[in-house]
């Protein structure tokens, strides 16, 4: 049980408690799942408020199992005790709360939240009314003159009554803590509880959707062909209606809404004429009757003139080609070993097919001529120069027949990351698709079935699977997509991207590198679905 519901709970019993009504703050005060020892002595006290001496006692039980220090518990059950004539329990009450005053004349349990001082003289004299009531009046005469001896004590003059009764052989009452008077709450605690709008209410300050002033939260907006608008002018279709007048919800799922109020429409009308809405950050439904269109007006000729704004439409099926490939005039092909060389990407633009082409060719560097020659040297002795493209670009030299499992552990050292988290992929030459390693699937593969004249070049990823969400299943970006809003997931070629849902035909939810966002679904294939796509197509 949350803390909070606790002193809320606890508050409305003492509430109840000052009106008199036990019976209702004892209800309260059993819907607490676990109550502390003053929850239960307040327990303790509503019972014998209503006359339930034996569910008091199993209260007072429960306090002083919860605090074994708590002396005034010790007190109320000894007089309890008294009244149900457990008169040797009440006394061993009476001594422990006494031991329990460590020497103190008095305590005050204000602090704890009970407006009740307990004296060392209330427990002697309810001690003396044990021993009256067990008939050792001489007994009882002696602890009552130790307590008028002794000064300090506080009122003497209940202790003078205390003996005269004994003189005249009659039982002194015993003391108790008043009825009314329980434990109660911090009241700074209680003010807490009260809700307070520290931020106030959002208000739109700048927005890319044109004639935003909606303040609340909704989810991704539907999008459809065309300019998507939030708001269109005279007659047209619109996302946001008025609510014609105030509101009131019949149910569980509708919303009270006051009368003119905006309101974002989230689905389509059902059976019952109702719809679903969005207002203040709340989902629910509302009559489609109480609904009507925004007129906003505005000139004919302004409108005619308006340039079109709002969410694009998405990208076309037909998906991007890459760029057609300037032929290099450089000297005989070396391999560029640069760490800042990026990996192969697309950009959005639409171009024609480019032709097949031969092997990749690369470009010489003159700043690691040095580098280059010692790995030429080392791939003709048998090895074969592997480029993998990672957040950089890396290079090393392996034998020919190096097993993937092997060279997956050296990248992995290198990079500084498990090898279990890693992936590889790579290219066929005339290919575009990457394809992960068969050696991740079947063992016994070596470098051999993907070299090129003693050369591979592989794409590397490290794995970030999702925990909170569900993944449906996995695709590989076939192009870089760069981020068009805040909601856009932005990834690079050979990525690999979790989809956690389909937002429509054209655009999917996914998860990459540790973010969540949409993206055109023409972007990425799946890897089961075989698709490979050559250069000639």
Known sequence: MLYSDLLRMWNESVVAVDAGDWQGALAKLQQINEPTSRILFNAASAHMALGQLDMALKSLDLTLAKDERLAVGFFQRAAVMMQVDRLEEALSDCIWAQKHMRGNTVIDYRQLGLRFKLFSWQVLHNAAAVYCRMGQWERAREVLL?????????????????????????????????????????????????????????????????????????????????????????????????????????????????????????????????????????????????????????????????????????????????????????????????????????????????????????????TSNQDAGSLAQGAEAGNVVVKVHYTYTMALSVPLDTPYHELKEQIAKKLGHNASQLRLRHKQHGYHVL??????????????????AGRVTLWCQREDPLVSRTILYQMVALYDYAAQGPEDLEFSEGDTIDILGEVNEEWLEGHCAGNIGIFPSCFAYRENDSIIQGSEL
């Open 435 to 452: 394809t992960p390693l068969m050696g991740d699937i079947e063992p016994g593969h070596t470098l051999q079935e993907v070299a090129e």
């Open 146 to 366: 130790s307590v008028s001896q002794d000064r300090g004590t506080g009122r003497r003059g209940n202790i003078e009554v205390a003996l005269d009764n004994i003189e005249r052989k009659m039982i002194p009452v015993p003391l108790l803590v008043p009825e009314g008077v329980v434990f109660r709450p911090r009241k700074q605690e209680i003010e807490q509880l009260r809700q307070r709008d520290f931020l106030g209410k959002a208000k739109v300050i700048a927005s890319m959707i044109p004639n935003d002033d909606f303040g609340g939260f909704e989810p991704l907006r539907q999008q459809k062909p065309g300019f998507y608008e939030p708001k269109m002018v005279g007659a047209q279709d619109s996302r946001y209606m008025r609510v014609r007048a105030p509101y009131m919800a019949r149910g569980p799922e509708e919303l009270t809404v006051p009368g003119r109020a905006l309101v974002f429409l989230f689905g389509e009308e059902d059976r019952d004429g109702m719809i679903n809405v969005i207002f203040d950050g709340q989902r629910g439904l509302l009559p489609v009757s109480m609904l009507e269109p925004i007129d906003v007006r505005t000139s004919k000729d302004k409108n005619e003139n308006r340039a079109p704004s709002g969410i694009p439409l998405p990208p076309g099926l037909k998906p991007p080609t890459r760029p057609q490939a300037q032929p290099s005039r450089a000297a005989p092909p070396q391999l560029n070993f640069t760490t800042d060389t990026p990996p192969p990407s697309y950009t959005t633009a639409t171009h024609a097919p480019p032709p097949p082409s031969g092997p990749p060719k690369y470009t010489a560097n003159a």
